[in-house]
Structure formats: C-alpha cells, structure tokens
C-alpha cells in the first residue's frame, strides 16, 4: 500500500462488480471534462483492475498514483491536461483523427 497521504479525490467512481470494460466506460464518462490536475479515486473489484487501471492511464496520459488500500479495491489517478482522446464506446482504444 502507499505510505503516502491518501489525496482527497474530486470524483470518486463507484466501479463494485464491473469487469474492467465496464469501469473504464463509466470512468471515462466521468471524467469527461474534468480539468488538470483532477483528483480521481476509483472503486474496483474486477482482480485485472490493478493492470488495467495503469495501463490505461499510460495510454491516456493522465497520471496513475496507485492503490490506495492493501485489498487494491481503491485507486487513485490524477487528470492530465491533454489527455489522449479515447472512443466513447471503447476506452481502451484511442479515438481515431479529427477530419
């Protein structure tokens, strides 16, 4: 667990019992407008929370802080300001060009 202070979030998303795929559509719509620096705490039971949470951070660009608790139940992400834009109806893909 982080021995760091546990930041208070500015959005808390409740993802108990969802896969993955579904906590990342309701995380992204979330978030959706947030701005920088948005603190974010983010429920989750699905056991590939833990890997998909980061690597979705990675991707997106916004800053993953890690578990916050021993049962890595609770996770916590910071907004970035130009985050990569990701499909409404797919997260976990990046959106395709603006024509």
Do not use: K
């Amino acid at each position: 667990m982080n021995t760091w202070p546990r930041p208070r979030p500015d959005i808390t998303v409740d993802g108990t019992g969802l896969l993955c795929v579904a906590l990342l559509l309701r995380l992204r719509a979330a978030i959706d407008g947030a701005p920088a620096g948005t603190i974010v705490h983010v429920i989750a039971t699905d056991p590939a929370a833990p890997l998909d949470l980061p690597a979705w951070c990675h991707m997106t660009g916004h800053t993953y802080l890690g578990p916050l608790d021993d049962e890595q139940r609770l996770f916590a992400l910071r907004i970035t300001g130009s985050p990569v834009a990701t499909r409404p109806d797919a997260p976990w893909h990046p959106a395709p060009p603006a024509r």
